[in-house]
């Protein structure tokens, strides 16, 4: 009975010594990647928001009166631009993805 304890607490304190390891090298590699993360990020660009802005106000022109709610950067390169035009046929939204040019424009029915 004392010989099948000593077994018994021997292979306990190995798997929870696995475990404590486990979670020691799980946070090891959380703090890596937090610090690479800064090296991604990219700086608020207020020259590409004006370029995003210019570009997808003209992609917008053809339908009318155009009024700009929102550009949000998502790239070094990237930018969305979210507007509306309103024109002859009524008052449309539209979503613009711009990168270095426009390269996605949708324009949807209010």
Do not use: H
């Amino acid at each position: 009975m004392r010989r099948a304890a000593i077994v018994l607490i021997l292979g306990a304190s190995l798997a929870l010594g696995g475990c404590v390891a486990g979670m020691a090298a799980g946070a090891i590699s959380a703090a890596a990647r937090s610090s690479q993360k800064g090296k991604d990020v990219y700086q608020n660009d207020e020259g590409l928001k004006l370029a995003a802005a210019a570009a997808c106000r003209a992609q917008a022109a053809p339908y009318g009166e155009v009024a700009l709610i929102d550009i949000e950067q998502r790239g070094a390169t990237k930018a969305t631009v979210w507007g509306t035009a309103t024109g002859a046929t009524g008052r449309q939204s539209f979503e613009c993805r711009y990168d270095r040019k426009v390269v996605a424009f949708k324009l949807r029915k209010l």
